[in-house]
């Protein structure tokens, strides 16, 4: 077969609902693409871990710091299964964390900001993480099937870290001052974070991701199921939210006006340039160095038993 009959009879593939593994023919470009999408999502794994880490000593008992420890390594070992389904589509792990740490390849624009005290903790766990089930669940009906079997397994991991953060956000609106404030006061910083979590609008005629469906819904899709699954929930608890404020249609619909969303911080982190990229990036150059020697020992053969 030549190369346009084989990309037709793929097309028509994919058209029907059908999946591909990774043995399969597939087009570069859809290698390619899924490649990225999938490193991209295993580094915001990796890279998502650290906000909370530096929230451990923030933890208000031990309950709630051995609860986030569990959560962290949770975030660990998502970033390794994604890692795992990525070198199949033929990149190694080893050049794929190089890029990661070297600045050459991105990771979510959520996990460049800085965290300050135990409410941030709250709006990722709840609304970070509310906003990754929206995506991930859409994205259980890819095309690409090794990556829709580990996200079984994200997802079901994701849906307790989900309840772990609801249970904080609870217990902080529930609570003194001081605490409701520390909600309200994260809640402020990551407002707009979140409204660029989905992205701006998709350009569904460009985009081969959603033409092959790897992506099944777009961006402003996505975008609307967490405004009108979170906000009701978030105004219920006697919270606000700064720029942009959403506001409810006619239909019962929660949106936020388009030109009030102010993309610039986005545009920074896409050039890998968010106010704490430099930082969190180097603190894992570092101790990818500092662990080398574990790597190339466990490299080694196995000694033969004397």
Wanted: with cysteine; glycine share 6%.
């Amino acid at each position: 077969m030549t190369y346009e009959e084989k990309l037709a009879q793929f097309s028509e593939h994919i058209a029907s609902g059908g999946k591909v593994e990774a043995e399969d023919w597939m087009p570069d470009d859809f290698r390619r693409g899924v490649l990225k999408f999938i490193e991209m999502h295993a580094n915001s794994e990796i890279m998502g871990a650290l906000p909370e880490r530096e929230c451990l000593p923030k933890a208000p008992t031990l309950r709630r710091k051995m609860s986030l420890a569990a959560k962290i390594q949770d975030e660990v070992g998502h970033a390794q299964l994604l890692y795992r389904v990525a070198e199949d589509l033929g990149k190694s792990r080893e050049a794929m964390y190089s890029d990661l740490v070297n600045g050459k390849s991105k990771f979510h624009n959520v996990f460049h900001y800085p965290v300050a005290h135990w409410g941030d903790v709250a709006i990722i766990g709840w609304l970070v993480d509310g906003a990754a089930l929206v995506t991930q669940a859409a994205l259980l009906e890819s095309s690409y099937a090794p990556y829709t079997r580990v996200l079984k397994r994200i997802c079901s991991e994701e849906q307790l870290h989900l309840r772990h953060g609801e249970d904080i956000s609870l217990e902080l609106a529930s609570g003194t001052e001081r605490q409701r404030w520390m909600f309200q006061e994260a809640l402020n910083r990551w407002w707009l974070a979140l409204i660029h979590f989905f992205g701006p609008k998709s350009k569904v005629a460009k985009d081969l991701l959603l033409k092959w469906k790897v992506k099944t819904r777009t961006n402003e899709d996505l975008r609307q199921e967490f405004l009108d699954r979170y906000v009701p929930k978030i105004l219920e608890l006697g919270y606000s939210f700064p720029t942009p404020v959403p506001y409810q249609d006619d239909d019962g619909h929660w949106r936020v006006v388009e030109s009030d969303i102010d993309w610039a911080p986005l545009d920074a982190i896409k050039r890998n340039d968010g106010s704490e990229t430099a930082r969190r990036l180097g603190w894992r150059r570092r101790m990818y160095d500092d662990h080398r020697w574990v790597r190339e020992a466990m490299s080694e053969p196995a000694l033969h038993a004397a």
